[in-house]
């Protein structure tokens, strides 16, 4: 499933922001919900992801403390809420349809997966 991400904005370091990815829960079940970035001239990466049975999560070291990934089964959304944002982190978000390997605890995209839409994530110094 292709997911569209949402939310982005400008923001001074030490804001915040909330993204929003649009997903169908009962199409993902079974799968995880993964938060990438891209930075300009550098490749995309994983940030978080959340594994959408019994929520386990994963997050990169430089977003530990700061980020928080969730689900909602209701609105059929996860969000990514991210704290005390620095010039760092600035990138276009995307979200996408992930496996959760127990084994490495992180996250991979599934095979023939393709990129949604993503958000722009500025954050001024």
């Known amino acids: 499933a292709q997911l569209v991400a949402s939310g982005g904005g400008l923001v001074q370091a030490g804001g915040s922001l909330r993204l929003t990815c649009g997903i169908s829960y009962g199409l993902l079940r079974g799968y995880a919900v993964g938060w990438f970035r891209q930075a300009p001239g550098k490749d995309r990466v994983l940030v978080s992801c959340i594994d959408t049975l019994d929520r386990s999560t994963y997050y990169t070291d430089s977003v530990k403390g700061r980020f928080t990934i969730s689900l909602d089964n209701d609105k059929d959304a996860a969000y990514l809420q991210m704290d005390s944002l620095t010039p760092v982190d600035t990138a276009v978000y995307y979200c996408?349809?992930?496996?959760?390997?127990?084994?490495?605890?992180?996250?991979?995209?599934?095979?023939?997966?393709?990129w949604g839409q993503g958000t722009q994530v500025t954050v001024s110094s």
């Open positions: 996408a349809q992930t496996f959760f390997h127990r084994e490495t605890w992180t996250c991979g995209t599934i095979p023939g997966h393709s």
